[in-house]
C-alpha cells in the first residue's frame, strides 16, 4: 500500500518569501501525485496534479511541484508567498494502475504567511 | 448544484447514538469517495461508489460504519453505536468517472464536524 509523508506540520513565512514544501511517497510502482489546498473555513480543493509527462507541474495560483522519481519527491513550490495562500495544504498519492485507484493523503503542512 | 454537497455541517450526538451523514455530490459525477479527518490528519479513505454500488470499502474501521448510494447519486454514511472515536469531519467527494485518469480528480465538499459525547 501506499503513504505518503509531509515532514513540514506548520511553516511560517513572511509575505514574499518563497515557499517549499516536502512531500514524499512510498509505493512500488509508477504513481499519481496531487497538491490539494484548504483555506480557513473552505473546502479541500486541488492545486496542481500530475499524472505522467513533464515532470514540473504548474498549478493555479502560481504555485507548481517538481516529481523527481528517484528520491519519491513531489515538493510544492512558490517564488514569493502572499498572504491569501495561508492554507494547510495536502500532498496525496494514488497507483497510476488500471481501474479506479485510491488516494492517500499526507498529514498536511499548516502554512501561515505574515502581512 | 456546483459543487458536492453535504448536510448537516455539524452533527453532535451522544455516545451509542445511531447517525446519518448525507452526500449529494456533483450532477454527473458517476464515483463517489467518502473520507475520515481527524484533527492533525489528513483525510482517511473509507469507501469508494462506482454508480450505485461499494466497489471499495475496506476504508471502512468496522462493521458499525456503513454507507449506501441507492440511485447511484445521493450517498448516506450511516454509523452505529456512536464512539467518542468516531468523532471527526466526514469528507465527500465525486469525481466524473475513476477512468481515464484526466478525469479521476475529485473534487471535496465541506464536510460534515461529527462530536461524539
Known amino acids: 500500500a501506499q503513504s505518503v509523508s509531509q515532514h513540514n506540520h506548520h511553516v511560517i513565512l513572511s509575505e514574499a518569501a518563497s515557499l517549499e514544501l516536502g512531500c514524499n511517497y512510498s509505493?512500488?510502482?509508477?504513481?499519481?501525485l496531487f497538491w490539494y489546498v484548504q483555506y480557513p473555513g473552505q473546502h479541500l480543493q486541488l492545486l496542481l496534479k500530475y499524472f505522467s509527462g513533464d515532470p514540473l507541474v504548474k498549478g493555479i495560483k502560481g504555485f507548481e511541484a517538481e516529481f523527481i522519481k528517484s528520491k519519491f519527491s513531489f515538493n510544492l513550490r512558490k517564488p514569493s508567498v502572499q498572504w491569501s495562500d495561508t492554507a494547510e495544504y495536502f500532498c496525496?498519492?494514488?497507483?497510476?494502475?488500471?481501474?479506479?485507484?485510491?488516494?492517500?493523503f499526507g498529514t498536511g503542512t499548516k502554512l501561515q504567511v505574515i502581512p | 448544484g456546483a459543487g458536492v454537497s453535504q448536510t448537516p455541517s455539524n452533527k453532535v450526538t451522544e455516545k451509542g447514538k445511531y447517525v446519518e451523514l448525507r452526500c449529494d455530490p456533483i450532477?454527473?459525477?458517476?464515483?463517489l469517495y467518502w473520507y475520515r479527518q481527524s484533527l492533525g490528519q489528513g483525510p482517511e479513505f473509507l469507501i469508494y461508489f462506482q454508480g450505485t454500488g461499494a466497489a471499495d470499502d475496506s476504508g471502512l474501521p468496522n462493521d458499525r460504519f456503513f454507507a449506501v448510494r441507492p440511485e447511484g447519486s445521493v450517498s448516506t454514511l450511516k454509523i452505529q453505536r456512536t464512539e467518542r472515536g468516531d468523532s471527526a469531519v466526514y469528507l465527500c467527494?465525486?469525481?466524473?468517472?475513476?477512468?481515464?485518469?484526466?478525469?479521476?480528480?475529485?473534487?471535496f465538499g465541506a464536510g460534515t464536524r461529527l462530536s461524539v459525547l
Open positions: 496525496a498519492v494514488s497507483p497510476n494502475s488500471g481501474g479506479y485507484q485510491k488516494v492517500t
Open positions: 509505493y512500488g510502482g509508477t504513481v499519481n
Open positions: 450532477s454527473g459525477h458517476t464515483a
Open positions: 467527494a465525486s469525481s466524473l468517472s475513476p477512468l481515464p485518469k484526466a478525469k479521476n480528480i475529485q473534487y
